[in-house]
């Protein structure tokens, strides 16, 4: 399924306004190094900044203070997946079993904390040795250097999904043309294609249009009009996901299947605030009716998409709300082909977590049962993304005859027609008639 996107993709790991680039290590390191001349090293245990060599082992203050306190309390830690949480910066108070688990693996020293510091020098070893007689000398117990303590688990990892929430908030905001705005400014268009039934003949996975050539050619203009007015969302949704922290840092063929698999799932789910139960509305005004939608598809499933629509609809959604549902629908682990599954599963809770808090801050009443409207919309969704995926095996078997925009053919894996610019240029200005409302 490796596909790369020409214009779309290719620029995705060395973006430099990628906040999951401008967090990490490596870039911290870039960046440090820059300065000084020298890179900070990251944090063995979480990759966040180390502060420098705590209990054997180069880490963060965070982690030395955890692995401190683990030992100090004898505190034994439960694991609720297994031992297998992915532990980083954005969620290493998440499970703190697997947390410990990794300050030991990394090397951490037990002793190092019971005992304290190992010297580094002879030197300072036989100043160790002697400060036991000092003290009894002067009557005093030497007294350990303070140490800042971090704020509560809680309070950390709410701060943590809160800044997870507003980096996903932001991006969708930025790279949506779905809004509320250009519906107040929307100016209705038709597309005036509308080939010719057959008389019963066709399967459900073939249009249902006549065999005759000026059919197939109405046919041909009507998938351009919709695929030529679908594909800006592409750039939109490639953008939203290089901006969901961790995205960048998968394998790159899992990039590519989460947003192709995810693409049309979460453009359903944004131009519903444009569309209605009758008909699927574009960002720049076109209307496609339920006629020509069983026309390209086939009924069950331009009804169900225009029934979706309507049940999202019904919800109510705020922009907050969508950004992170949509995020979801992206971060989804039961993509088929993923290699890091396990990954994308802990940004997918992450992402979940970060949901549940936009909604509890919001003040809603019954977030359980908006969780659960959300779920329940999520498998409409996904049953509807792997069916439009069935649906186009039509223009796949059919390419050399249809003309369609290049990124849609790339993300819809559509063999692309060698045929001259000035044919697709024609393709895309046809003719539109207008209509008001």
Same mark, same amino acid.
């Given at each position: 399924?490796?596909?790369?996107?020409?214009?779309?993709?290719?620029?995705?790991?060395? *973006?430099?306004?990628?906040?999951?680039?401008?967090?990490?290590?490596?870039?911290?390191?870039?960046?440090?190094?820059?300065?000084?001349?020298?890179?900070?090293?990251?944090?063995?245990?979480?990759?966040?900044?180390?502060?420098? &060599?705590?209990?054997?082992?180069?880490?963060?203050?965070?982690?030395?203070?955890?692995?401190?306190?683990?030992?100090?309390?004898?505190?034994?830690?439960?694991?609720?997946?297994?031992?297998?949480?992915?532990?980083?910066?954005?969620?290493?108070?998440?499970?703190? &079993?697997?947390?410990?688990?990794?300050?030991?693996?990394?090397?951490?020293?037990?002793?190092?904390?019971?005992?304290?510091?190992?010297?580094?020098?002879?030197?300072?070893?036989?100043?160790?040795?002697?400060?036991?007689?000092?003290?009894?000398?002067?009557?005093?117990?030497?007294?350990?250097?303070?140490?800042?303590?971090?704020? *509560?688990?809680?309070?950390? @990892?709410?701060?943590?999904?809160?800044?997870?929430?507003?980096?996903?908030?932001?991006?969708?905001?930025?790279?949506?043309? /779905?809004?509320?705005?250009?519906?107040? $400014?929307?100016?209705?268009? $038709?597309?005036?294609?509308?080939?010719?039934?057959?008389?019963?003949?066709?399967?459900?996975?073939?249009?249902?249009?006549?065999?005759?050539? =000026?059919?197939?050619?109405?046919?041909?203009?009507?998938?351009?009009?919709?695929?030529?007015?679908?594909?800006?969302?592409?750039?939109?949704?490639?953008?939203?996901?290089?901006?969901?922290?961790?995205?960048?840092?998968?394998?790159?063929?899992?990039?590519?299947?989460?947003?192709?698999?995810?693409?049309?799932?979460?453009?359903?789910?944004?131009?519903?605030?444009?569309?209605?139960?009758?008909?699927?509305?574009?960002?720049? #005004?076109?209307?496609?009716?339920?006629? @020509?939608?069983?026309?390209? /598809?086939?009924?069950?499933?331009?009804?169900?998409?225009?029934?979706?629509?309507?049940?999202?609809?019904?919800?109510?959604?705020?922009?907050?709300?969508?950004?992170?549902?949509?995020?979801?629908?992206?971060?989804?682990?039961?993509?088929? #082909?993923?290699?890091?599954?396990?990954?994308?599963?802990?940004? &997918?809770?992450?992402?979940?977590?970060?949901?549940?808090?936009?909604?509890?801050?919001?003040?809603?009443?019954?977030?359980?049962?908006?969780?659960?409207?959300?779920?329940?919309? $999520?498998?409409?969704?996904?049953?509807?993304?792997?069916?439009?995926?069935?649906?186009?095996?039509?223009?796949?078997?059919?390419?050399?005859?249809?003309?369609?925009?290049?990124?849609? =053919?790339?993300?819809?894996?559509?063999?692309?027609?060698?045929?001259?610019?000035?044919?697709?240029?024609?393709?895309?200005?046809?003719?539109?008639?207008?209509? $008001?409302?």
């Amino acid at each position: 399924m490796k596909l790369c996107f020409d214009r779309a993709f290719q620029r995705f790991r060395e *973006d430099p306004e990628s906040p999951v680039l401008a967090n990490s290590p490596e870039q911290q390191s870039d960046s440090a190094g820059a300065g000084s001349g020298k890179a900070a090293a990251p944090c063995k245990v979480c990759g966040d900044k180390a502060s420098g &060599y705590h209990y054997g082992v180069t880490s963060c203050e965070g982690c030395k203070g955890f692995f401190r306190r683990s030992i100090q309390k004898q505190i034994e830690y439960r694991c609720l997946r297994d031992g297998k949480c992915l532990v980083i910066r954005l969620n290493r108070n998440r499970c703190q &079993y697997c947390r410990f688990k990794k300050c030991l693996a990394v090397g951490m020293s037990r002793d190092s904390v019971r005992y304290g510091r190992v010297p580094k020098r002879p030197r300072e070893a036989a100043t160790t040795e002697n400060m036991p007689d000092l003290a009894k000398s002067s009557g005093t117990e030497p007294t350990p250097p303070p140490e800042v303590e971090e704020p *509560d688990a809680e309070t950390l @990892q709410n701060d943590l999904t809160r800044e997870l929430a507003k980096v996903v908030i932001t991006a969708h905001k930025n790279n949506n043309s /779905y809004t509320d705005e250009v519906k107040t $400014t929307l100016q209705l268009k $038709t597309i005036p294609v509308k080939p010719e039934r057959t008389n019963g003949e066709g399967t459900s996975k073939d249009p249902v249009i006549s065999s005759t050539t =000026s059919s197939m050619e109405a046919l041909s203009t009507l998938w351009y009009n919709v695929a030529f007015r679908m594909t800006p969302s592409v750039q939109q949704v490639v953008e939203f996901a290089k901006r969901i922290p961790g995205f960048n840092v998968l394998p790159q063929d899992d990039q590519l299947i989460l947003i192709k698999l995810g693409f049309f799932e979460v453009w359903l789910s944004r131009a519903a605030k444009l569309s209605n139960e009758e008909s699927i509305i574009f960002d720049d #005004g076109t209307v496609v009716t339920l006629e @020509q939608l069983e026309i390209i /598809y086939d009924a069950p499933f331009a009804n169900a998409m225009l029934a979706y629509v309507n049940n999202i609809n019904k919800l109510l959604l705020t922009d907050d709300e969508l950004a992170m549902f949509t995020a979801n629908l992206l971060i989804y682990p039961q993509r088929n #082909g993923l290699c890091d599954r396990e990954t994308i599963a802990s940004m &997918y809770r992450n992402l979940g977590d970060a949901l549940q808090l936009v909604l509890t801050e919001a003040g809603v009443a019954d977030v359980p049962a908006r969780i659960d409207a959300f779920a329940v919309a $999520t498998q409409e969704v996904l049953t509807l993304g792997a069916r439009h995926n069935e649906l186009l095996s039509w223009c796949r078997d059919h390419w050399q005859r249809l003309v369609l925009p290049a990124l849609f =053919s790339e993300i819809f894996d559509i063999p692309k027609a060698e045929e001259d610019e000035s044919l697709a240029s024609e393709r895309a200005t046809a003719p539109i008639s207008q209509e $008001t409302g």
